[in-house]
């Protein structure tokens, strides 16, 4: 206490303001400390708030997955602005980016460079991507050196169903009425090797398969009638576009062992396949047809189709579709042929409804392909010999047969090589045509060998088709007559295993 006594005024002074100084920094310290605690309560709401940000981001790579695109727009708004969310999204956005610039160039692989490009620029960000940029200015080059084809420059080839097995295909034995059939498989059958190697040539060669609606537009007016006009399409320079049809892909029982597929079903895969039964009865699943074979080509040359394009593949009725037994012959047991009968009885189980049902399905999938159905008449009838009443009976047979199976189709294919008019005839004024036309169909094709048959009327497609089969093989390779040099090199595609007898092709 006596050393209290002792402070000067001075020394109180001091001390005062070293206590105001301490009390001013507490003060500023408590302040500090309210500061940060502040700031860290602010950043935690906001990080709180920002949370939903995951969920749109799992949709997205979800749906890029399964080959769809489209990343919600507010991902984006939120993932700019802040840097600890980016680095979460980003390598699920990345692999979103490659998916979707892997189906732009599909698109462009396929020759829709309007669709690539449109696609590419939906990218999220491709405004300002520099490699996407660099891609769509690409496109754009090449979509501008493209060759536009009239679809009267158009060729249109077709097979019948395929010859897995030449030995039996091609046999030749004792009885005249299997030499009849098998002079018939030697004219209009193809090969497995020689389907193969044709889709090869023509690859190579620079064809593009395209649909017959490519070559068309079509507009309905108020009366409910389809006109038509031409539709130009556009190729690089090198390619040609081709149109391709198949021609009675139902499995005639007449075809019975001649060594091809006995139908057409629903592969593990989820896409149309074959069945298929070997010289020593075993039954086999795998491409033993044209539709497998050229899926699995497409799939490896997806250059060789525009925007996706695949073939027609015409039908008739009166053994039922695809392999399957869905005539009302087999329904009603009437009408039967011997060999409708004989199918009967090797299967008591047969039930019409399940046969229905089954072809349906199997007509679904290969629709779901890509490949569209025509008609071939129900009855396989000669179009120009028929008279009015056996072309309306035909057809709405084949309308109330067929047409519920394949979903209907505007598109009919004549059957012998026939047309509905004489090269001399206005085809539009031909009653055949007025009453095909009248119910429902558009497109219309014979059978051609000139290398593009194609009038476009206001009302009508008419097109020429080629058979690439063994009759034109034959005489180009032996026949001194080669129609089909445009397309193939024939002596190289005939297959070895093709008998050479020149009775067995009439020519
Ligand atoms: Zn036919």
């Known amino acids: 206490m006596p050393e209290q006594r002792k402070l000067t005024k001075k020394e109180i002074r001091r001390r005062k303001r070293q206590r105001e100084l301490r009390i001013k920094i507490t003060i500023l310290v408590i302040l500090l400390v309210v500061l940060v605690a502040a700031i860290v309560l602010i950043v935690r709401a906001r990080k709180k708030e920002e949370a939903p940000v ?3 981001v799992q949709t997205s790579s979800e749906s890029s997955q399964t080959g769809r695109e489209e990343i919600p727009s507010q991902t984006s708004a939120a993932s700019a602005s802040d840097t600890e969310i980016v680095v979460t999204i980003e390598p699920e956005q990345r692999t979103g ?14 020759y829709d460079y309007d669709g690539a490009i449109a696609a590419l620029a939906a990218i999220e960000g491709a405004d300002s991507d520099s490699e996407i940029i660099a891609m769509m200015a690409d496109l754009e080059t090449q979509k501008s050196a493209l060759v536009g084809f009239s679809p009267t420059e158009i060729t249109h080839i077709f097979f019948h169903s395929l010859v897995v097995d030449p030995a039996r295909g091609f046999s030749i034995t004792d009885s005249d009425s299997w030499n009849n059939g098998t002079a018939g498989f030697c004219q209009w059958m193809t090969t497995v090797d020689e389907f193969n190697a044709i889709m090869q040539q023509m690859y190579d060669r620079g064809y593009v398969i395209v649909s017959l609606y490519d070559m068309v537009n079509m507009t309905t007016d108020e009366n409910g009638v389809v006109h038509l006009t031409p539709n130009t399409i556009y190729l690089p320079q090198g390619k040609t576009p081709f149109v391709m049809s198949l021609d009675d892909t139902c499995y005639y029982h007449s075809y019975d062992g001649r ?5 057409l079903i629903v592969g593990e895969d989820g896409r149309p396949t074959c069945e298929y039964v070997d010289a020593e009865g075993v039954g086999h699943v795998g491409d033993y047809d044209c539709i497998p074979l050229f899926d699995h080509f497409l799939d490896a040359h997806p250059d060789f189709s525009y925007r996706g394009a695949k073939g027609t593949v015409a039908l008739t009725g009166y053994n039922g579709i695809l392999g399957y037994r869905t005539d009302y012959c087999y329904r009603d047991r009437v009408e039967l ?3 409708q009968q004989a199918w009967l009885d090797a299967n008591p189980n047969y039930n019409w409804e399940a046969e229905c049902e089954a072809a349906k399905r199997v007509a679904d999938c290969i629709k779901a392909d ?11 009838i000669r179009i120009g010999d028929a008279d009015m009443e056996w072309l309306r009976t035909d057809t709405q047979k084949f309308k109330e047969y067929v047409d519920p199976l394949i979903g209907g189709t505007d598109i009919i294919i004549f059957a012998h090589g026939q047309d509905l008019a004489s090269w001399n005839e206005v085809y539009s004024e031909s009653e055949k045509f007025q009453y095909l036309k009248s119910q429902g169909y558009n ?7 000139s290398q593009y048959f194609v009038q476009i009327g206001d009302l009508y497609l008419r097109m020429g088709r080629r058979n690439l089969d063994g009759y034109r093989l034959y005489e180009a390779v032996y026949g001194g007559n080669d129609r089909v040099s445009d397309l193939i090199d024939a002596a190289s595609v005939f297959d070895p295993k093709r008998p050479t007898d020149a ?3 009439e020519l």
């Open 503 to 505: 009775w067995l092709y």
């Open 97 to 110: 980016r490659d998916e979707q610039i892997a189906a732009a160039m599909l698109k462009a692989t396929q």
């Open 370 to 380: 890509g490949w569209t159905f025509a008609s071939h008449t129900w009855g396989h």
């Open 443 to 449: 497109i219309y094709c014979n059978v051609d060998s």
């Open 54 to 56: 995951n969920p749109p």
């Open 337 to 339: 042929t011997a060999d």
């Open 259 to 263: 060594g091809c597929a006995t139908r």
